[in-house]
């Protein structure tokens, strides 16, 4: 229960998240105190304060609540389309800060893990197959991250024209390509197999190198590269 009334409005200043944010900053909140501005309200007898935390009791972490359906948000009343989108839009936000940090620095790709690193975290809790490419200068460093194909949970099937198309046009000389497993499992199928290899062949035809094909699973990965199979 919250030591306070529910209403946020009546608590001491000092306490109230949004004063809380802009008199000491934002890094000081807890995450209840964070997602309860974005709530703005909370419903009859909960301040936001006290939905937020009970929103972090059920989904533990942020990343918890990405990729989430409507129906396990049912049991917290009067958290309607409006807050819910609300709060998936920040998570959004979050994800695409770090996607942009990374472009403006065009950080150089010097392994598996360096491409892991910025992508699992988007695409390890997705629930469809999302097929991304990121496209590389002479020094390995980042042009450009584009979506190139969604399939269904099972497969995506990209379109090897498209994406070495796009390499052209931007004028990479190497690109590396990722997808998810929505089943948590970084195995490769028969069919990543032989798309691997048709892309290689394509690219060596076209001047456009292929790095590597990684495959994100739930916190593991498959790359080709590292074992030798590109």
């Known amino acids: 229960m919250s030591a306070y009334p529910s209403s946020i409005c009546s608590w001491p200043i000092d306490d109230r998240p949004r004063e809380k944010l802009a008199k000491y900053g934002e890094h000081k909140l807890s995450n209840s105190e964070l997602l309860a501005i974005l709530l703005r309200t909370g419903v009859k007898g ?3 304060v006290d939905l937020a935390r009970k929103l972090l009791v059920k989904f533990k972490t942020f ?3 990405s990729h989430t359906d409507p129906s396990d948000w049912e049991e917290f009343k009067g958290l309607g ?7 998936k839009a920040a998570l959004e936000i979050g994800r695409r800060f770090r996607e942009e940090e990374v472009k403006e620095d065009r950080l150089q ?3 598996a893990k360096d491409i892991v690193a910025i992508l699992m975290p988007r695409m390890r ?8 490419v990121v496209f590389l200068n002479s020094q390995n460093r980042i042009i450009a991250i584009e979506d190139m194909a969604e399939g269904t949970v099972n497969f995506a099937s990209p379109v090897i024209r498209e994406i070495l198309q796009r390499a052209l ?3 990479a000389t190497s690109i590396v390509c990722i997808h998810n497993h929505p089943s948590g499992k970084a195995v490769p199928s028969n069919e990543d197999r032989v798309f691997t290899r048709r892309l290689v062949d394509a690219g060596t035809a076209l001047g456009v190198k292929i790095l590597d094909h ?3 699973g739930d916190e593991e990965f498959h790359s080709f590269a590292d074992r030798g199979e590109i």
Request: charged share 30%; net charge positive; glycine share 0%.
């Open 46 to 48: 909960e301040s936001a």
């Open 63 to 65: 990343r918890n609540m």
């Open 81 to 87: 389309p409006a807050k819910l989108a609300q709060i």
């Open 109 to 111: 790709i010097r392994s």
């Open 125 to 132: 809790d997705l629930k469809r197959e999302v097929f991304k």
């Open 169 to 171: 046009q931007h004028f």
């Open 214 to 216: 990684v495959i994100i």
